[in-house]
């Protein structure tokens, strides 16, 4: 995978290219970029498995399908794996998070619009592209191999077309590609070509970042252009030790190093958390840093208990539980703290994912007298259906995600500001069931993974204002990193907002609120 991002190589103070070592690289005739020597009926016939896979994983996020879940199934089933594996995903994420810059230098390469290319062929070049301007590939390699790709998967009539885009792409670097297309005018513009967001994302960050007190008037640029910067950097292999079934001794005794951001967490940096046994077996997962510091603060908030709840084990419930990774890490989380947890979901096939998840903690409740269930139902009807049964609740709120891009990037352009109406209406929702299921003195965690103000401060401004049986707490306090001491978070709380490009997590909204008695 590429180490230098849609940017490419460093360049010194003079101009020079430098390899990821720092070396001096010389510069490349025809704008940086080495011609072909072959004539296209030389060249590669059909394509390379890696490429391949990578356009077959492209058109099924065109039909619906989410990379980060169709890739491992594609590589899988064709046995591709170590460095193929990391190239063909390279190209999978690149071409999907960066076809917002590719796609103008395309229409100008090939001096037409868009839509005047079929979407098939469309994806052949963006793959292309990112392989021209955003890997390491030679460039006669890039050309030749995506030609190849073309006349296997689009015809042969298509192929002579993608040469000549390849071509005339392969002309110019990135950076006179960005002066070529990025528009002068306001920054949110130039970012959403150059970094390749819709430009409504681009100004919701903005907002977002005054808004959670992340920057200032004078420092929001700077701010923004590391933030959407981010976005398109591959996002780390965290692993989460599920307490009582893992450590993270065992983790790093597996090859990971321990996180230095949650105490429960590990950093893979290379090779298959599938090869690592405890994650195989379910005793640890795959999780973002940032959800284990969510999971966490819920379970460290003291709870008053009075009268003859005091006398029975705390009842815990994630209100949104699919597909089951907080609920994993809560699990671990209530049975050393001798508690019952719930997780409900709403979808009977997420149920199932929960179910799977949880088997692990399942099976130790059993043995330690503790329950951990899973059931199907509404979110919205909980709190009238068991109101006041529980002492912790979490609600991990279905969201856009827009602080998830870095791990699912397609979702920058499948979601539209539309989409906030209607999610709105539903975080509101749950959180006000959430707090009718909450016992006096109990405690509630609304998240979501988007810094969206409409999303975070506005849900829980909006609810808060409406009740008087409920109160605010400084979530800063309970947002504690692996060596104990609190994590720091810009703003002045007291919700919690990190962000990838500060924490190097995913941007993970958290609000602890109190049932008052």
Same mark, same amino acid.
């Given at each position: !995978?590429?180490?230098?991002?849609p940017?490419?190589p460093?360049?010194?103070?003079?101009?020079?290219?430098?390899?990821?070592?720092?070396?001096?690289?010389?510069?490349?005739?025809?704008?940086?970029?080495?011609?072909?020597?072959q004539? #296209?009926?030389?060249?590669?016939?059909?394509?390379?498995?890696q490429?391949?896979?990578?356009?077959?994983?492209l058109?099924?996020?065109?039909?619906?399908?989410?990379?980060?879940?169709?890739?491992?199934?594609?590589?899988?089933d064709?046995?591709?794996?170590g460095?193929?594996?990391?190239?063909t995903?390279?190209?999978?994420?690149?071409?999907?998070?960066?076809?917002g810059?590719?796609?103008?230098?395309?229409?100008?390469?090939?001096?037409?619009?868009?839509?005047?290319?079929?979407?098939?062929?469309?994806?052949?070049?963006?793959?292309?592209a990112?392989?021209?301007?955003? !890997?390491?590939? /030679?460039t006669?390699?890039?050309?030749?191999e995506?030609?190849?790709? $073309?006349?296997?998967?689009?015809?042969?009539?298509?192929?002579?077309?993608?040469n000549?885009?390849?071509?005339?792409?392969?002309?110019?670097?990135?950076?006179? &590609?960005?002066?070529?297309?990025?528009?002068?005018?306001?920054l949110?513009?130039?970012?959403?070509?150059?970094?390749?967001?819709p430009? &409504?994302?681009?100004?919701?960050?903005?907002?977002?970042?005054?808004?959670?007190?992340?920057?200032?008037?004078?420092?929001?640029?700077?701010?923004?252009?590391?933030?959407? +910067?981010?976005?398109?950097?591959?996002?780390?292999?965290?692993?989460?030790?599920?307490p009582?079934?893992?450590?993270?001794?065992?983790?790093?005794?597996?090859?990971?190093?321990?996180? @230095?951001?949650? @105490?429960? =967490?590990?950093?893979?940096?290379?090779?298959?958390?599938?090869?690592?046994?405890?994650?195989?077996?379910?005793?640890?997962?795959?999780?973002?840093?940032g959800?284990?510091?969510?999971?966490?603060?819920?379970a460290a908030?003291?709870?008053?208990?009075?009268?003859?709840?005091? $006398?029975?084990?705390?009842? &815990?419930?994630?209100?949104?539980?699919?597909?089951?990774?907080?609920?994993?890490?809560?699990?671990g989380?209530?049975?050393? $703290?001798?508690?019952?947890l719930t997780?409900?979901?709403?979808?009977e096939?997420?149920?199932?994912?929960?179910?799977?998840t949880?088997?692990?903690?399942?099976a130790?409740?059993?043995?330690e007298?503790?329950?951990?269930?899973?059931?199907?139902?509404?979110?919205?009807?909980?709190?009238e259906?068991?109101?006041?049964?529980?002492?912790?609740?979490?609600v991990?709120? #279905?969201c856009?995600?827009?602080?998830?891009l870095?791990?699912?990037?397609?979702?920058?352009w499948?979601?539209? @500001?539309?989409?906030l109406?209607?999610?709105?209406?539903?975080?509101?929702?749950?959180l006000?069931?959430?707090?009718?299921?909450?016992?006096?003195?109990?405690?509630?965690a609304?998240?979501?993974?988007? #810094?969206?103000?409409?999303?975070?401060?506005?849900?829980?401004?909006d609810?808060?204002?409406?009740?008087?049986?409920?109160?605010?707490?400084?979530?800063?306090?309970?947002?504690?990193g692996?060596? =104990?001491?609190?994590?720091?978070?810009?703003g002045?709380? /007291?919700?919690?907002?990190?962000?990838?490009?500060?924490?190097? +997590?995913? =941007?993970?909204?958290?609000?602890?609120?109190?049932?008052?008695?």
């Amino acid at each position: !995978m590429s180490e230098q991002g849609p940017r490419g190589p460093r360049r010194d103070g003079d101009g020079g290219r430098r390899n990821a070592k720092g070396r001096q690289r010389p510069e490349r005739a025809h704008g940086g970029r080495e011609r072909s020597a072959q004539r #296209p009926s030389e060249r590669n016939r059909g394509g390379d498995p890696q490429r391949l896979a990578a356009y077959t994983v492209l058109r099924a996020v065109a039909d619906g399908a989410y990379a980060n879940l169709e890739l491992p199934k594609v590589l899988r089933d064709r046995g591709i794996q170590g460095r193929d594996a990391a190239f063909t995903t390279e190209l999978v994420y690149g071409a999907v998070r960066m076809h917002g810059l590719y796609d103008p230098i395309i229409a100008v390469a090939a001096g037409r619009t868009l839509d005047k290319i079929d979407p098939n062929v469309l994806d052949t070049l963006r793959l292309g592209a990112h392989q021209l301007l955003g !890997m390491r590939v /030679p460039t006669h390699a890039a050309v030749d191999e995506t030609v190849g790709l $073309a006349r296997k998967v689009n015809g042969a009539g298509a192929a002579g077309f993608v040469n000549a885009v390849m071509r005339r792409v392969s002309e110019r670097d990135l950076d006179a &590609w960005l002066a070529e297309v990025v528009p002068s005018g306001e920054l949110s513009a130039q970012l959403a070509v150059e970094q390749s967001h819709p430009e &409504w994302i681009v100004k919701a960050l903005r907002a977002a970042l005054l808004g959670h007190g992340a920057a200032t008037a004078a420092t929001v640029d700077a701010e923004l252009t590391a933030l959407v +910067t981010s976005d398109n950097a591959p996002a780390k292999v965290s692993l989460v030790a599920r307490p009582g079934l893992a450590t993270v001794s065992e983790l790093v005794d597996a090859g990971a190093s321990a996180s @230095p951001l949650s @105490p429960v =967490g590990a950093v893979l940096e290379g090779g298959d958390p599938g090869g690592i046994p405890a994650v195989r077996e379910g005793r640890a997962a795959v999780q973002d840093e940032g959800s284990q510091l969510v999971a966490l603060a819920l379970a460290a908030v003291p709870v008053a208990r009075t009268g003859a709840r005091s $006398a029975n084990p705390e009842q &815990w419930l994630d209100l949104c539980a699919g597909p089951g990774g907080k609920a994993g890490l809560l699990a671990g989380l209530a049975i050393e $703290a001798g508690a019952d947890l719930t997780a409900n979901e709403v979808s009977e096939h997420r149920a199932d994912l929960v179910r799977q998840t949880l088997r692990p903690a399942i099976a130790r409740a059993r043995t330690e007298g503790r329950s951990v269930t899973v059931r199907t139902g509404d979110g919205r009807v909980v709190g009238e259906d068991d109101p006041g049964r529980y002492d912790r609740v979490l609600v991990d709120a #279905p969201c856009t995600g827009l602080g998830a891009l870095r791990r699912r990037p397609e979702a920058r352009w499948r979601r539209t @500001p539309a989409d906030l109406a209607d999610l709105g209406k539903l975080q509101r929702e749950l959180l006000a069931s959430a707090i009718d299921a909450t016992a006096d003195g109990g405690v509630i965690a609304y998240a979501t993974c988007s #810094p969206h103000l409409a999303e975070t401060s506005f849900v829980v401004g909006d609810v808060t204002k409406r009740r008087t049986d409920v109160e605010l707490l400084d979530a800063r306090e309970f947002v504690r990193g692996a060596d =104990g001491g609190q994590v720091v978070v810009p703003g002045t709380g /007291p919700t919690v907002q990190l962000w990838p490009h500060v924490h190097g +997590t995913d =941007g993970m909204f958290l609000a602890l609120l109190r049932k008052k008695g």
